[in-house]
């Protein structure tokens, strides 16, 4: 199987400006969860959306949203840009209905943002 | 939200010696991740503990879960210039909780 793929990967915005970002899940994976990595931080948890609902959400502004399609590909949108935005967003998928309850995340290879 | 708290933080060491890292909490998981960051990528699973008292392998790499089920230990025997990278532990609950990693250096 492919493995879970992010666009762009890397973005460069200004302050104000807002970001969408773009998250393909595993084939058959129907949970997506978003994260921000940053040196300071470390990885947060933003959100997690399952069958097009979000299931949970981490302490992020309202800023930060995002949204789940049928075919559970995922985008997440940074509105009114921050320099404390630039990050490395992570987006995970899992298959929760696969009988493992670990919460066993597979990583895309991150989306770089850096806001000027 | 349960804390994760990693040690140490950065350990740079020389091709063929040994490594262990940390990961610690006051609260009990149901269970433990251990994942792999490369420069660039995004974490990999290397694997889960479950049971208290587990030792599971992976090649070179021992992890173990603690009795309680509140800390885990990860060993590289050997370690090769291939195991840099960042290694984070993390505890599923509704959310997967992440420690803030340990950042391994293998010199050749």
């Known amino acids: 199987k492919a493995g879970v793929t992010q666009t762009p990967r890397y973005l460069i915005k200004t302050r104000g400006q807002q970001v969408t970002l773009s998250c393909s899940p595993i084939s058959g994976h129907r949970s997506v969860s978003w994260y921000q990595q940053t040196p300071g931080q470390g990885l947060q948890f933003l959100f997690e959306?399952?069958?097009?609902?979000?299931?949970n959400k981490g302490n992020f502004p309202g800023r930060f949203s995002g949204r789940q399609f049928s075919n559970s590909r995922s985008e997440m949108n940074v509105s009114t840009l921050e320099l404390g935005d630039s990050a490395l967003y992570l987006c995970?998928?899992?298959?929760?209905?696969?009988?493992?309850?670990?919460?066993?995340?597979?990583f895309g290879p991150g989306t770089r943002l850096t806001v000027l | 939200t349960q804390l994760l708290e990693q040690s140490p933080q950065f350990l740079s060491i020389q091709e063929g010696e040994n490594l262990t890292v940390y990961c610690n909490s006051s609260?009990?998981?149901?269970?433990l991740q251990w994942y792999r960051q490369e420069p660039g990528e995004g974490p990999v699973l290397l694997v889960t503990v479950v049971t208290g008292g587990e030792v599971k392998k992976l090649k070179r790499l021992t992890f173990q879960f603690g009795d309680a089920r509140k800390d885990s230990s990860l060993h590289i025997t050997a370690a090769q210039p291939g195991d840099t990278g960042l290694y984070l532990c993390?505890?599923?609950?509704?959310?997967?909780?992440f420690g803030a990693g340990t950042t391994v250096t293998v010199r050749a």
């Open positions: 959306y399952f069958s097009e609902t979000q299931r």
């Open positions: 609260s009990v998981f149901s269970s």
């Open positions: 995970a998928s899992n298959d929760p209905l696969s009988g493992r309850n670990y919460n066993e995340q597979f």
């Open positions: 993390a505890g599923p609950s509704y959310k997967l909780s």
